[in-house]
């Protein structure tokens, strides 16, 4: 698959936007937060899931369809023509595809079986990539019609086609969000391909990503609408990303550049399909959604590509362990507080999921299948602690309860009652009790009087099972403000101007202070064209190579110290 820029040709797909790549750029960087591929969490792909594809086994480009392990192979079209790009509708019913069966590339539509083909669009220009609104009554898909290539939208049936885009770059490969609320789509509009999001009218209209002058391409929706994956490269070869919806969180899947092609992702969300040249032709593939393994789901001499998942209801997300000490925390990170454990060999439905400030992944459970649920606001699980099973891909993005700082408040001066005459003799009242004068303790499980010894609310303070208060010295501990004991973190950025570094982890020192031995967040942004390098400083753990738009540490304070982060460009 010889892939440069975007390109508008049968060939091979029918738009091709410029999958990206080695060299300088995108591909020197290294991959993001690899997963090892041994933990018990990776979901398997149900064989009984369907994907729709285009292959040339059979001497031209035909849509076939096939068992998601590979099996059950069957031819779906049968013409002369190529027939490729082939879009399930959301009930599984249909499917669209792009054809020159009646001399140029046209947008059909055919049953599951292959039966009944419709000619939807009929104009002398070029169509291709469509894509099906989520409730099925309209199809996005790209024309020439007016020159260059823009994103288009009509009813299923072919009728009322309406122009959404109108830039004089190329705009190509629309894809919905599963909510229908938001297109998505690459373009050539500021001298390379970028991704783009824009609402179902055309209207608002924002670029997502920023490759450094490098191509992306092939956007995907994942089912819950949380995650887009994409393509980034040069000259045909490429590495497959993940971002999240705001362009916040950037995720590379692959090790090695590779030539991709079309991406899909599973009913579940838990895999990524994508063609492939790394064993000499294309052959599809599946990818973990988290990067930590791939399977190969085609194999003989032909081109297959253009793979397409049909759609399919998934079960809940369920999690389990077969081992004792499996940790549930209050709260999303190692940092945070520990609840209990999570009883082995017992399923427990996840209603969430949220990113901790190391950007691991953690599930929130439904709390009521947990012993003692009540005294706890959430619970949450670690991905790679736990084994999954059922739609995890779909669980939604939730807030997860903040970290508190707490505040110092006098208590209230106790009411005194009215004296009795004659006046009696005044038994020795307690001084009020003040928040500095609550005791320290030392963190962890233990005696502390009640759940609002910290001086707020539940979110942190929460009892044990056994009845016991927890003490978190990370978010519930309180030190007046001048206490020597605490120590300063400093942070900046160079060349100054070329990004924004920001202390994310609230302070439990003071006002500004932190407590010997606290773990520090310190997220730096490069502003584009920049990039983060490497952090260093005289933090415990600064010295760090990240070479990434973005990145975050974590440090320890033992002392008053600084970091770092240093930003390049090209």
């Not at 594809?53 to 192979?73: K, L, P, Q, T």
């Not at 064993?279 to 032909?302: F, I, K």
């Not at 999570?342 to 299948?369: H, M, R």
């Not at 009640?450 to 927890?470: H, I, K, R």
Request: net charge negative; with cysteine.
């Amino acid at each position: 698959m010889n892939h440069t820029g975007i390109r508008f040709s049968l060939l091979r797909v029918v738009f091709l936007v410029g999958v990206i790549a080695a060299g300088a750029g995108l591909a020197s960087l290294p991959a993001a937060s690899a997963v090892d591929a041994s933990r018990t969490g990776q979901a398997q792909i149900d064989p009984g899931w369907e994907i729709a594809f285009v292959s040339e086994r059979d001497g031209n480009r035909e849509i076939y369809v096939m068992s998601a392990d590979g099996s059950a192979v069957r031819r779906l079209t049968d013409h002369p023509a190529a027939d490729v790009y082939p879009a399930w509708s959301p009930d599984g019913a249909r499917i669209a595809f792009v054809s020159e069966r009646d001399g140029n590339a046209d947008i059909y539509v055919m049953n599951a079986d292959g039966t009944a083909p419709q000619r939807l669009t009929n104009s002398p220009a070029e169509e291709a990539s469509p894509a099906w609104s989520p409730d099925g009554a309209r199809i996005a898909f790209v024309s020439a019609s007016e020159g260059n290539r823009e994103i288009y939208v009509m009813n299923a049936d072919g009728s009322n086609p309406q122009r959404l885009t109108t830039d004089p770059g190329d705009d190509v490969a629309p894809g919905w969000n599963p909510a229908g609320t938001a297109i998505v789509f690459a373009a050539e509009r500021d001298g390379n391909a970028e991704i783009y999001l824009m609402d179902p009218s055309g209207a608002s209209q924002r670029r997502l990503t920023t490759s450094f002058g490098m191509d992306a391409g092939y956007p995907a929706w994942s089912p819950n609408g949380e995650r887009i994956s994409f393509t980034a490269g040069q000259d045909g070869v490429g590495d497959l990303f993940v971002t999240d919806v705001a362009g916040n969180t950037l995720l590379q899947l692959n090790v090695e550049p590779d030539r991709l092609g079309r991406l899909d992702w599973s009913p579940d969300g838990a895999w990524i399909a994508f063609s492939s040249e790394r064993d000499g032709n294309g052959e599809l593939y599946a990818m973990a959604a988290n990067g930590s393994s791939v399977v190969r789901l085609t194999d003989n001499p032909a081109d297959d590509f253009d793979p397409h998942w049909r759609p399919t209801s998934v079960g809940p997300c369920q999690v389990r362990t077969d081992r004792w000490g499996t940790e549930l925390r209050v709260g999303p990170g190692y940092n945070r507080g520990v609840f209990t454990d999570l009883p082995p060999n017992q399923l427990v439905t996840v209603i969430g999921q949220a990113q901790a400030n190391d950007l691991s992944l953690w599930w929130e459970l439904d709390k009521t299948q947990i012993p003692k649920h009540q005294n706890a606001l959430s619970l949450w699980v670690a991905q790679d602690d736990v084994e999954e099973v059922g739609g995890c891909g779909v669980v939604p993005l939730v807030a997860a309860p903040p970290i508190v700082r707490p505040t110092p408040q006098a208590e209230p001066a106790p009411v005194q009652q009215p004296q009795p005459a004659p006046a009696a003799v005044q038994e020795p009242q307690p001084a009020p009790v003040t928040a500095d004068q609550r005791p320290a303790g030392a963190g962890g499980w233990g005696a502390c009087g009640s759940c609002n010894t910290c001086g707020m609310g539940a979110d942190e303070c929460v009892l044990s099972p056994d009845g016991a208060c927890l003490w978190d010295p990370s978010t519930c501990r309180y030190v007046p403000e001048g206490t020597t004991d605490c120590k300063f973190v400093t942070v900046s950025g160079e060349p100054s101007g070329a990004g924004t570094v920001v202390i994310q982890t609230p302070p439990n020192c003071g006002k500004d202070g932190y407590m010997v031995g606290t773990s520090v967040s310190i997220l730096a942004t490069g502003r584009d064209p920049f990039w983060v390098n490497e952090f260093n400083g005289t933090c415990e753990g600064a010295a760090v190579d990240v070479h990434w738009m973005f990145s975050s540490i974590n440090v320890i304070v033992n002392r008053d110290c600084s970091v770092t982060a240093y930003f390049r460009t090209y």
